[in-house]
């Protein structure tokens, strides 16, 4: 086992845990071990999976791309991709159970490499509510805008406040993929074929 890899992901562990040495050695045949959240019920979890209610991480998913990511991340971009991720969304379970990689640690290593990009308060507009963008307007004493639509409110907050002016009114931020993660995401299409394209 690659135990470099295992240390990134599972500093956190505690290794003369009896549970934790047995999730250990479930892996002993894959690359590295899978992420183990200090949250999850292991001892649970472990008879689950030995009575066959939990499946193990596969081994193709704990194999690092040639980029030095595993799987979890490239499906993390794909999700990402649809434009409807933001700091506020929720990662799923799939991401730990299937994939084997702490999301959050995995969002800011898509960062880091550029494959991904935050966007500003002004580009993340369209994640508000009608509500919300009209609530903008108001402290702004804007009058006129109660039977615009949503892009025309997000235009009418546009031009009423500038980028450091939202920044910190708007705490919701949205990602986009940049060239690079684009290029990457069309580079392991056999591995985006395989999930289960109804979960985000």
């Avoid at 998913?61 to 499906?75: A, T, V, Y």
């Avoid at 369209?126 to 903008?136: D, E, G, S, Y």
């Amino acid at each position: 086992m690659n135990t470099r890899n295992m240390d990134l992901q599972n500093q956190h562990l505690d290794q003369s845990d009896e549970n934790v040495q047995k999730f250990l050695s479930l892996y002993d045949q894959h690359d590295e071990a899978p992420y183990l959240s200090p949250d999850r019920d292991l001892d649970a979890w472990l008879q689950d999976v030995e009575i066959g209610s939990a499946s193990l991480v596969p081994k193709r998913n704990m194999i690092r791309l040639e980029e030095g990511i595993l799987p979890g991340h490239l499906i993390l971009l794909w999700r990402i991709s649809f434009s409807t991720f933001t700091n506020e969304s929720g990662f799923p379970k799939y991401f730990e159970y299937t994939y084997g990689i702490n999301a959050e640690q995995a969002l800011e290593e898509v960062l880091e490499k550029h494959y991904a990009k935050e966007l500003s308060a002004m580009e993340s507009l369209t994640h508000l509510n009608a509500a919300q963008l009209k609530a903008l307007l108001k402290d702004k004493n804007a009058t006129g805008f109660s039977t615009l639509t949503k892009g025309q409110l997000m235009d009418r907050v546009r031009s009423a406040y500038l980028e450091d002016e939202l920044e910190t009114l708007v705490n919701v931020r949205g990602y986009m993929l940049t060239s690079i993660g684009l290029s990457l995401l069309g580079k392991y299409p056999e591995i985006i074929d395989k999930h289960p394209k109804k979960k985000f």
